[in-house]
C-alpha cells in the first residue's frame, strides 16, 4: 500500500497539533518533518525541540528530513526528540556510511536523499544498509515547487536498484505532489509520497489526503 507522509513544512504552525490530528484522523501513514539549517538550502526551519512537541500530538511514525550540513552532530538529539526515521543528504555526508550506522544504532530507520542533480549511482554501494531512499523532484529548501517531470526517470532506475538489492526499501517522493503528480510517480515505483501544499493548503486537510489517496488507487 501507498503511504502518504503529510509535511509540517506547509502547515499552519499556530494549529500545529489540531492540523496534525486532522492528518492522522484522514488517514496519513507518516507526518513528514523537514529540517533546514540555512546552509545545505536558503530556508531554516526547525530543530529537535519540535520534533518532540510532534511526537507528543501523535502516534504516527515520525519521517524526519535533515537537509543539514554536517547531520551527524545531531543525529542522537533527533532520535531523541522521536524520530522514527532519519533521512540524510548524500551530498552532505562524506562518510555516508558510518552516518548511516550510526542513525541505525540510534533505533532510527536509516534513510538516504538525492537531490534532483544527484545521480542514484552515488548511493549503490550503500543500498544493502538502508531502509529508505527519498528522491527529490524539487530543489530542497522551500515548499509549493513544481514538479521536476524529468526526474520520473530517476524513480524508475531507482525502483530497479531497489529491486535488484532484493531488500524492502521504503522508495519515498518529495516536491511537486499532488494529485496530478501523485499517479506518475507511483507507476514509477514510488511508496511513499510526501506532500505538503497540496494537504494542508486543501479546503480541508481531510479533503487533500482523500484526493492524493484516490489518485493512486483509481
Not at 523537514?34 to 526547525?46: A, L, R, S
Not at 522521536?82 to 540524510?88: E, L, M, N, S, Y
Not at 524529468?150 to 494529485?179: A, N, P, W, Y
Request: glycine share 6%; charged share 20%; proline share 5%.
Amino acid at each position: 500500500m501507498i503511504k502518504i507522509a503529510p509535511s509540517l513544512l506547509a502547515a499552519d504552525f499556530s494549529l500545529l497539533g489540531k492540523q496534525i490530528a486532522e492528518a492522522e484522523q484522514a488517514g496519513a501513514d507518516w507526518i513528514h518533518l523537514d529540517v533546514m539549517d540555512g546552509h545545505f538550502v536558503p530556508n531554516i526551519t526547525f530543530g529537535p525541540p519540535l520534533v518532540s512537541v510532534v511526537r507528543k500530538c501523535t502516534k504516527l511514525p515520525l519521517d524526519v528530513h535533515l537537509m543539514i550540513e554536517e547531520p551527524d552532530r545531531l543525529l542522537t538529539s533527533f532520535r531523541s526528540a522521536g524520530a522514527d526515521i532519519i533521512t540524510v543528504h548524500q551530498e552532505t555526508c562524506p562518510h555516508l556510511y558510518r552516518t548511516i550506522q550510526s542513525i541505525k544504532e540510534s533505533g532510527s530507520k536509516a534513510g538516504v536523499a538525492l537531490n534532483p542533480s544527484t545521480p542514484v549511482s552515488l548511493i549503490q554501494e550503500i543500498v544493502d544498509e538502508i531502509d529508505l531512499i527519498l528522491i527529490m523532484t524539487v530543489e530542497p529548501g522551500f515548499g509549493g515547487q513544481h514538479f521536476i517531470s524529468h526526474m520520473l526517470r530517476k524513480i524508475r532506475e531507482t525502483r530497479d536498484l531497489i529491486d535488484q538489492s532484493k531488500r524492502d526499501i521504503f522508495l519515498e517522493v518529495d516536491g511537486g505532489i499532488d494529485k496530478q503528480t501523485a499517479r506518475s510517480v507511483v507507476d514509477a515505483g514510488a511508496t511513499v509520497l510526501v506532500a505538503g501544499t497540496s494537504v494542508f493548503r486543501a479546503k480541508t486537510i481531510a479533503t487533500g489526503l482523500s484526493a492524493l489517496r484516490s489518485a493512486v488507487t483509481e
